[in-house]
């Protein structure tokens, strides 16, 4: 909802300083649009949050015998 409304303050903006014509609406939706996609690439990936790049190792062995039995008691 925000980004929505400031691509229209920019669009009001540039109406109210370069008069209304479709020429500067177009022009400055595509300036707005330009520079919103400049932001976005620009900002990096999802912040991660301690312990995020942590993983479980699951070991698993072949036999017969079960080693957590002792700690299952």
């Known amino acids: ?12 903006g540039a109406c ?9 609406v177009g022009f400055s ?5 330009v520079l919103g996609l400049i932001a976005f690439l ?6 991660l949050r301690p312990g995020e790049r942590e993983f479980v190792e699951e070991r698993h062995y072949f036999g017969e015998h079960d080693d957590h039995r002792e700690f299952r008691k």
Not at 1 to 12: C, D, F, G, R
Not at 16 to 24: A, K, Q, R
């Open 42 to 47: 620009a900002t990096p990936g999802a912040v």
């Open 29 to 33: 939706l595509m300036v707005v649009g």
């Open 1 to 12: 909802m925000i980004p929505i409304v400031l691509i229209v303050a920019a669009v009001l």
């Open 16 to 24: 109210l300083v370069f008069g209304y014509s479709s020429f500067v």
